[in-house]
């Protein structure tokens, strides 16, 4: 007995002493790894803006220095904020030490408006007379509209170039719901407002067609313009390599003037030794675009000025309540704009806003304290790549609205479903309800039993009502009558150009 009781003693001490190491050596990792978060780096002469684009791309990066951070590699694949890719750019372009840009993207994860603001940041970066030249084995489509802007863009030449044109695909669920015997009860304000359709239809309705071909077209017509631009070749020409599949290899890509040699990555690094005027054995300074925010910035030492301009991120889902990091909280993001608009230091606040909608009661708090905060102080509006439904509710009454050509907007609808599952639980599972009430409809939005015609008017209603709420709000906010906004409403996305067009 007391040999057994050692031994467990003994087990329990070496699991409480390796327990207490392992924390040790944990806190000092993330010791470490804080201190190097915060380390100021030193840009060396003719270094070079390395820039890789390996991470997601949010509006704004997450405040947690150890976000995306895996321990087991120790590497850290935490987002890039759009903002910290811009400012970098626009630093680099004044920096001395950085003599030009090396690009290297075969894919971004970025909707097209966000790609588009890293593209005018490197054209406007170019009135330097710095070069940018962009390499990679393989160009993905998004990534090459962005790599199209460089001085010289190269291809290894096994590589290949994706040029095909843009397809919006939807996925249509209602064969499988109905295999399982579950009715999508869906109760909808504006024809336009097709984000239910999955669940009732087998394909796209004409009104959703309509929409879908109207700003996927604009998108494509915006990357096919700035293409065109940039590397000299007539959009029509461009759409024939497309439709012809023209593109099949890297000796196509420099065929048809896609890009300007087919090279090997050795040979890549002595052309930037030759455009840094050094040595064949010299050593690069490559400075990352996640290094170069660490490196100190002039304006650092300037002083820090008393007015201030108040940039508050609505990026994600809008629900009620707080919400997480990847969410709009109406509650959480009212109290932001209100901490701006009382803040007598704020003098101006921008709303950036990247957000496909959600809840509208969160949608109309928010509102609220944008209207509060307008009477004070001037209210900006910056759409990212969507900001559309409730991300349009929170916007407009903005007394500017700014958007990218290929920003989705719009989606002025309302619509909620109530799934009927009772075949479901019935027959595939054999699974039975029954209950009693005190009243009528106690179970009212039951999800085990089909709504009945007064149930269906009861939320019919409400949905009218928040309908005509949310265009009362447009109308307001944009100086339109109540009709005008309705015709350009019910539910319809559109692209930012075509949102200017109809104000």
């Known amino acids: 007995m007391k040999s057994f009781l050692k031994t467990v003693l003994a087990v ?25 978060s915060d380390k100021k780096i030193k840009v060396k002469p003719k270094s070079i803006l390395h820039f890789k684009l390996e991470t997601e791309i949010t509006d704004r990066a997450p405040d947690n220095p150890f976000e995306g951070f895996n321990p087991f590699s120790m590497e850290s694949k935490k987002p890039m904020g759009l903002k910290e890719i811009t400012d970098n750019i626009a630093r680099a372009k004044e920096d001395e030490n950085i003599k030009g840009i090396l690009m290297e993207i075969s894919s971004v994860e970025a909707g097209i408006s966000t790609i588009d603001e890293i593209r005018n940041a490197l054209i406007d970066f170019k009135q330097s007379g710095k070069f940018i030249i962009a390499y990679s084995d393989v160009y993905m489509q998004p990534a090459y509209y962005l790599a199209s802007v460089a001085d010289s863009l190269f291809l290894n030449p096994e590589g290949y170039l994706e040029f095909r044109g843009v397809k919006g695909q939807l996925v249509f669920i209602k064969g499988l719901l109905s295999k399982l015997e579950i009715e999508a009860q869906l109760i909808r304000h504006g024809k336009y407002k097709s984000a239910g359709e999955a669940l009732y239809l087998d394909k796209m309705s004409n009104e959703n067609r309509e929409q879908y071909t109207a700003f996927i077209g604009a998108i494509w017509n915006h990357i096919l ?12 020409e461009l759409n024939a390599i497309a439709d012809s599949l023209r593109l099949r290899n890297a000796q196509d890509a420099l065929n048809n003037k896609f890009v300007d040699g087919t090279v090997y990555y050795d040979e890549i690094l002595s052309l930037m030794r030759k455009k840094i005027d050094i040595g064949e054995k010299d050593k690069l300074n490559f400075v990352t675009l996640a290094k170069y925010s660490k490196a100190p910035d002039k304006k650092d030492s300037k002083k820090i000025p008393s007015e201030k301009i108040a940039i508050v991120y609505a990026q994600g889902d809008i629900v009620d309540g707080e919400g997480d990091k990847d969410q709009v909280g109406g509650t959480a993001f009212a109290k932001a704009i209100r901490e701006a608009r009382e803040n007598e230091k704020v003098k101006a606040v921008v709303l950036r806003v990247n957000s496909p909608g959600g809840s509208a009661l969160a949608s109309e708090i928010i509102l609220r304290e944008v209207l509060l ?19 349009y509710y929170i916007s407009c009454a903005a007394d500017t609205i700014f958007a990218r050509p290929t920003t989705i907007t719009g989606s002025i609808g309302v619509f909620g479903v109530i799934p009927n599952a009772q075949g479901f639980f019935n027959n595939k599972l054999g699974i039975t309800f029954d209950g009693v009430e005190t009243n009528t409809y106690s179970d009212f939005m039951s ?12 939320i019919f209603q409400e949905i009218e009502r928040i309908y005509e709420t949310f ?19 019910q539910g319809r996305v559109w692209s930012g150009t075509d949102a200017k067009q109809i104000g």
């Open 447 to 458: 999800t085990v039993r089909p709504l009945d015609q007064f149930e269906r008017n009861v």
């Open 12 to 36: 329990i001490t070496g699991i409480v002493v390796t327990s207490l190491i392992g924390c040790l050596i944990l806190v000092g990792v993330i010791g470490a790894l804080s201190s190097l």
């Open 471 to 489: 265009i009362a709000h447009v109308a307001k906010g944009r100086n339109k009558t109540r009709d005008e906004v309705d015709s350009v409403g």
């Open 373 to 391: 905060t307008k009477k004070i102080k001037p209210v900006i509006v910056s759409m990212g790549d969507v900001a559309a439904s409730g991300g």
């Open 225 to 236: 313009k700035g293409i065109s631009e940039t590397r000299k070749i007539p959009v029509d």
